[in-house]
């Protein structure tokens, strides 16, 4: 069915993700959570890690925020606990250089595509469950 401008509209409640609301400014709030993070790391001397460290907390509460509407099915809560505990693997096994130069805008595709996956599959786990 097509709205006033003739164009098809958004099946959202279908994906169960709803893609209006990301423009919403409370997820500044992540922004909010991840830069101590950073800090954390970086009071320590390991910029790297803490620019890694808070790029997968802000994937985390993304993914966290933008599947709220599940978050009363066990389902989210376990696979959104394997989310973290990947990431949090990731961040404090994987030896990252030293020279931090700040370059963080090259990460930005795949903090989006690990958004993404971890969204779809977190999606999939709530419907599979819910089945």
Request: charged share 15%; net charge neutral.
């Amino acid at each position: 069915m097509a709205d006033d401008a003739g164009q098809e509209p958004r099946e959202t409640a279908r994906e169960g993700i709803d893609y209006q609301k990301l423009s919403n400014p409370a997820y500044l709030v992540i922004l909010v959570f991840a830069v101590p993070v950073f800090f954390f790391f970086a009071a320590r001397g390991d910029d790297a890690r803490g620019f890694v460290a808070a790029l997968s907390l802000s994937a985390v509460l993304g993914v966290a925020a933008i599947l709220r509407p599940h978050s009363g099915q066990l389902m989210y809560w376990m696979a959104l606990l394997a989310m973290a505990v990947s990431h949090g693997l990731l961040v404090m096994l994987v030896p990252w250089p030293q020279q931090y130069h700040g370059a963080g805008i090259v990460f930005a595709p795949l903090v989006i595509l690990d958004m993404y996956a971890w969204a779809r599959l977190l999606l999939a786990m709530v419907r599979l469950h819910s089945a």
